[in-house]
């Protein structure tokens, strides 16, 4: 491990880089496993869950040995950290308080945030024509009309009068878990979660190439204050994924 005097500037310090890299392999590994059961229709969230824990620890060890080669952080790169990891967690926690709950599929929140109550419910990505995927009064109005057809630019009616979801379920995924683990909220603040995360890793590719801890939370804090990033995180987007 590369070693530096306290009064340098280097690199955020090693528990930070395991923690930020460890939960994006837990990310990745949920993800993926969870779209492979759901393809399959066996989604559990009880599977799903175990199974990419068992994937992130066998990819810790290899997370571990590719910090080995980061400086090691001096005193002051210490308490930057400490004040980034603050800093990120109140802005998560103020847009944590200010959540959008879309549910129609006309717009893209809406469409991941559906998937993932059917996976979360179902297990499966095959939903019958009506149901809860476009919620009851889609099926009250088909149920009415012989001739009503559902209309959705996020989740049309495909082959054998099933809903075909558009876009990445991976997010969808994620999502199913934290609603699994704590009802609709956990659902819908996942991608502030997510950004959360992903505010981690900005700090830290930051102090890289950034030769001032200052301005490599500046960067990171003013990312997280922006309208772009607070639009996407707060909605059930997979742009923070």
């Known amino acids: 491990m590369v070693t530096v005097a306290d009064d340098e500037p280097a690199g955020a310090p090693r528990w930070l880089w395991i923690v930020v890299l460890a939960a994006a392999a837990a990310l990745v590994a949920l993800g993926l496993i969870g779209v492979v059961l759901a393809m399959a229709g066996v989604y559990h969230t009880w599977i799903a869950l175990p199974a990419a824990a068992v994937a992130t620890a066998a990819a810790v060890p290899t997370i571990s040995r590719l910090t080995d080669y980061e400086p090691a952080a001096s005193t002051s790169g210490r308490r930057w950290a400490i004040v980034a990891a603050v800093v990120i967690v109140v802005l998560g926690g103020w847009s944590a308080g200010r959540l959008g709950h879309h549910v129609v ?54 082959g054998d009068d099933e809903l075909e979801f558009q ?73 923070p994924f």
Request: avoid cysteine; proline fraction near 6%; charge should be negative.
């Open 105 to 158: 599929t006309t717009h893209d929140p809406g469409v991941y945030a559906n998937t993932a109550l059917w996976i979360a419910e179902d297990g499966s990505l095959r939903a019958p024509a009506g149901g809860t995927a476009d919620g009851p009064l889609v099926a009250a109005v088909l149920a009415e009309f012989d001739d009503a057809q559902v209309i959705s630019p996020g989740a049309y009616v495909g």
């Open 167 to 239: 876009f990445s379920h991976a997010p969808s995924v994620v999502m199913a878990a934290a609603s699994d683990l704590a009802g609709r909220r956990g659902l819908f603040v996942t991608p502030v979660l997510v950004g959360m995360l992903a505010l981690g890793a900005v700090y830290l590719l930051a102090t890289r190439f950034v030769r001032s801890h200052g301005l490599a939370l500046a960067a990171t804090a003013t990312l997280g204050l922006s309208i772009p990033w607070l639009y996407v995180t707060r909605s059930t987007y997979s742009e």
